[in-house]
């Protein structure tokens, strides 16, 4: 296994963010990044993920995972159910939650990235400033990364460059690593709304995290122009 690396995109501004730190930390030749349609309602993340991997000069596999949208449950894969702090199912996570989908994500990543070689894995998950889903968790991350290595028969290493970060440093990170100007492509609102609908809890955290930084979201920006 081989010291590329493989970037799971999902066309937000976490995932963009680790983009740009793994191509700083590796180079861009060494890094690929993988997207998946996994039934989610917004099809405006796959286009952002395939535009910012474009952008970034880096290669973009879509990976096509349509368990989810048959699970249901999940206010980011049915219809049905809408944006609530809390789910029905669990009071103590909110109704997007997607159970098991950085696990399948991460597993999935890791089959692809086997066949090409690569040992190293990059996701934006992290357990600061985050909404409560268990699988964001270090510990969870640390546990998968033996259990796809044992799995697997190869040494597979994870990296979550936001893991401790709040949404203030992420922003920071993105602009010390040259992805700053790529935030105006990523996707972030729960409603799917392009402008943002500036009032669901994403939108909410990724504006906090930008006025604290004391930086304007390009994003917005981009919708001003």
Same mark, same amino acid.
Request: aromatic share 8%.
């Given at each position: 296994?081989?010291? @590329? ?14 983009? &740009? ?6 180079? @861009? #030749?060494?890094?690929? +990044?993988?997207?998946?349609? &996994? ?36 206010? $980011? +894969? ?31 990543? %890791?089959?692809?990235? &086997? ?14 400033? &985050? ?33 401790? $970060? ?19 492509? +990523?996707? +972030? ?15 909410? $955290?990724?504006?906090?995290?930008? #006025?604290?930084?004391?930086? %304007? #979201?390009? $994003?917005?920006?981009?919708? #001003?122009?």
């Amino acid at each position: 296994m081989g010291n @590329s690396v493989l970037v799971v995109l999902s066309g937000g501004q976490d995932s963009t963010t680790c983009l &740009y730190w793994a191509i700083d930390k590796f180079g @861009s #030749d060494a890094v690929e +990044t993988v997207t998946f349609d &996994y039934g989610q309602r917004h099809r405006i993340e796959l286009e952002c993920a395939e535009k910012i991997a474009s952008k970034a000069g880096v290669r973009n596999a879509l990976l096509p995972i349509d368990t989810f949208g048959a699970l249901g449950g999940s206010a $980011l +894969t049915d219809e049905r159910v809408t944006i609530v702090v809390e789910s029905e199912v669990n009071r103590d996570l909110p109704s997007t939650f997607v159970p098991g989908r950085n696990l399948i994500f991460l597993t999935f990543a %890791a089959a692809f990235a &086997y066949q090409r070689g690569i040992k190293h894995l990059v996701t934006g998950v992290a357990q600061t400033d &985050y909404s409560g889903y268990p699988d964001c968790r270090e510990e969870t991350i640390k546990a998968l990364q033996e259990a796809i290595s044992l799995g697997m028969g190869a040494e597979f290493e994870i990296h979550t460059p936001l893991m401790h $970060l709040s949404k203030k440093k992420t922003v920071l990170l993105a602009k010390k690593v040259g992805g700053l100007a790529a935030m105006a492509d +990523t996707h +972030t609102c729960y409603e799917g709304s392009r402008p943002p609908c500036g009032t669901c809890p994403a939108c909410e $955290l990724r504006a906090k995290g930008f #006025d604290e930084a004391g930086i %304007a #979201d390009p $994003l917005l920006s981009a919708r #001003d122009d």
